[in-house]
């Protein structure tokens, strides 16, 4: 008999897991310096034109700024405090979905 991942895993561990990933890519494109694409992506809008009725449009940069601030690029430069508030994004972005 196979188990579905959810019983296998846990939902939350997977979940914890990804939000912990993007905050660490989040890091490391905020401290790259040689000008590639990866910073445009975190700020990329994907719709133009009027917004929807609904939800509101996010980025992806969104819920880092909940945490970070909106100076988190240069929060990030810092590697001690970029990882003292990974824990407190996990728990907010674990939480919220």
């Known amino acids: 008999m196979r188990r579905s991942v959810d ?9 914890q897991r990804v939000a912990k990933l993007k905050w660490q890519w989040a890091g490391h494109i905020a401290r790259r310096t040689d000008g590639r694409w990866g ?14 009725v609904g939800r509101p449009q996010t980025r992806w940069t969104d819920d880092i700024r909940r945490v970070a601030g909106s100076r988190w690029r240069q929060a990030a ?3 001690a405090l970029w990882n003292s508030l990974q824990k407190t994004y996990v728990q907010q972005w674990t939480s919220i979905g």
């Open 77 to 79: 430069q810092d590697r």
């Open 39 to 52: 910073l445009k992506v975190l700020e990329w809008r994907p719709r133009t034109g009027k917004r929807s």
């Open 7 to 15: 019983t296998r895993f846990g939902k939350s561990l997977i979940a």
